[in-house]
């Protein structure tokens, strides 16, 4: 199970990291880092839900789409895990 949630976060690090360069945001990111407070707008927020969707294959259902569950890298693996269910980590 802690590998499973380790290549989560991983993968989510690396979408991350990849929306920040697409906007041109130079910032280290790490589990508990806010995004908003590293200069992630609302555009790349939904930038970003795009890419965790086609990351894990999946589509987010309107109720977890909050920005509680988009803070920081820890909360969108959290919401991840709930996702793809049980045993997933």
Known sequence: MHDLTANIQSR????VRSI???NEITA???P???LV???LSSMGMVE??????AEFDLILPQFAITPENFQSVRTM?????NQLGPGSG
Do not use: A, F, P, T
């Not at 970003?48 to 969707?53: G, Y």
């Not at 693996?77 to 895990?81: A, P």
């Open 20 to 22: 920040l360069r697409q």
């Open 77 to 81: 693996e959290r919401m991840i895990r």
């Open 48 to 53: 970003l839900m795009l890419k965790v969707e």
């Open 32 to 34: 508990e880092s806010r």
């Open 37 to 39: 407070d590293i200069g």
């Open 28 to 30: 280290d990111v790490h």
């Open 12 to 15: 989510v690090l690396s979408v």
